[in-house]
Nanobody, 126 residues
Framework: QVQVVESGGGLVQAGGSLRLSCAAS????????MGWFRQAPGKEREFVAA????????YYGDSVKGRFTISRDNAKNTVYLQMNSLKPEDTAVYYC???????????????????WGQGTQVTVSS
């Protein structure tokens, strides 16, 4: 199985930027599609972005489209989430997730992913 660890969260003012990183270990990173989700207190886990194993296909949730960018570096076993124009409603714990690349790439639901990190807190002040 693959292990993933998020980093890069923190406190930022509205309009600012953060870049989250997710480092993977344990298996061949390029064999996994990767996703980012977030969860605010009292809310369900929400799809943020996903990227296929090669980095050739990316997908975004409607609330972050045009502001966030997902990317990956298979040589560094790392996936990134660049977050720009942050809003207070982006405040949440952000989770990195991994899914083995065999089969169709269903990416919007938490249940589509088998492996999860512990999360990193992102707080956007107004």
């Amino acid at each position: 199985q693959v292990q993933v660890v998020e980093s890069g969260g923190g406190l930022v003012q509205a309009g600012g930027s953060l870049r989250l990183s997710c480092a993977a270990s344990g298996r061949t990173f390029s064999n996994y599609h990767m996703g980012w989700f977030r969860q605010a207190p009292g809310k369900e886990r929400e799809f943020v972005a996903a990227i296929n194993w090669s980095g050739g296909r990316t997908y975004y949730g409607d609330s972050v489209k045009g502001r966030f960018t997902i990317s990956r570096d298979n040589a560094k076993n790392t996936v990134y989430l660049q977050m720009n124009s942050l809003k207070p409603e982006d405040t949440a714990v952000y989770y990195c997730s991994a899914k083995y690349y065999i089969g169709s790439f269903q990416y919007r639901r938490p249940a589509d992913y088998a492996y999860w990190g512990q999360g990193t807190q992102v707080t956007v002040s107004s």
